[in-house]
């Protein structure tokens, strides 16, 4: 019973900080260049030398494909122009961008044709997309904001980037330690973001980084990307995963209420409305896609 509630206080962490850090993603990115604050929390956040640590040998040969592939999908497309959509909208609207890869998973799976998608599936994509547009007719009046259009754009690319990538992990990289892996792919692509970021000149001097950016950047590798995810993976053992899936619905209305909190982000009776749709029908496609075990 003691560690049942030490996993619901884990999954409670999960769907709190995960939230929280689109808005610390927001403010990490406000003084200084995108790529180059993603490839420092990358970088930071790559926990392979506990891996090594533990006698974990290098990944074998065959190993090396899906990481540098996933590598890409996941981190340098999803997690880089997810982050730059922040810059660009607010943390609200981001999260309910990352939140609609189901969406994805649906429409991608029916366009390969592998896969006969339930109705129930599209049913939940139409709910989905019209809370959207329910969310966006409070943004109507920045349609011609170029800007604010490449960051929706942007969100959306790295919904599409990280609903391929968990498509490539279910076909072709489960047999290794998917958390090692991780490591890898995070520590390749902070490096690569990184020097992307230095060839490009998008970087600022390290001396000239403020100290409220590097309180940011510090929360999203301690707190987000290592205490969160410890407690992720101890809530996936100690409870079932049905139950942990529900931080995916709680972190969008986390971003948009953590960004009217802290950084004065509008909040609307439209948004909070249309957020609830779109997670509805996000949570209908799990469902369906669930049963028919597609997903």
């Not at 290794?176 to 902070?190: D, K, R």
């Not at 982000?265 to 669930?290: D, M, Q, W």
Request: hydrophobic share 55%.
């Amino acid at each position: 019973m003691k560690s049942e509630r030490k996993a619901y206080l884990a999954l409670v962490v999960v769907c709190l900080v995960w939230g929280v850090s689109w808005v610390g993603t927001k403010e990490a990115v406000k003084f200084m260049p995108t790529f180059q604050m993603v490839g420092i929390r990358q970088t930071l956040a790559a926990y392979v030398l506990f891996f090594m640590v533990r006698g974990y040998k290098l990944p074998r040969k065959k190993e090396w494909h899906p990481i540098l592939l996933l590598s890409l999908l996941n981190f340098m497309i999803s997690n880089g122009l997810a982050s730059w959509g922040v810059k660009l909208t607010t943390a609200g609207l981001s999260a309910i961008m990352g939140a609609i890869f189901p969406l994805w998973l649906v429409i991608i799976l029916a366009a390969r044709g592998g896969n006969r998608m339930p109705r129930l599936a599209w049913i939940g994509i139409l709910i989905g997309f019209s809370g959207v547009c329910i969310v966006f007719y409070e943004h109507l009046h920045e349609l011609f904001n170029l800007s604010f259009l490449g960051g929706i754009l942007l969100g959306l690319i790295a919904s599409l980037s990280w609903a391929y990538g968990t498509i490539y992990t279910k076909e072709f990289a489960i047999d290794f330690n998917p958390y090692h892996s991780i490591g890898w792919q995070m520590l390749i692509s902070g490096l690569v973001v990184t020097l992307l970021a230095q060839l490009s000149g998008q970087v600022i001097p390290m001396a000239e980084i403020k100290l409220y950016t590097w309180t940011a950047i510090l929360f999203l590798v301690v707190v987000s990307s290592i205490i969160a995810f410890v407690a992720y993976l101890y809530a996936l053992q100690k409870l079932p995963t049905s139950l942990v899936s529900v931080y995916a619905y709680i972190n969008p209305l986390v971003a948009v209420l953590a960004g009217s909190l802290f950084t004065g982000e509008p909040l609307t009776v439209l948004i909070i409305s249309g957020s609830l749709v779109t997670l509805a029908g996000v949570y209908i496609v799990n469902r369906a896609l669930s049963k028919s075990q597609v997903h």
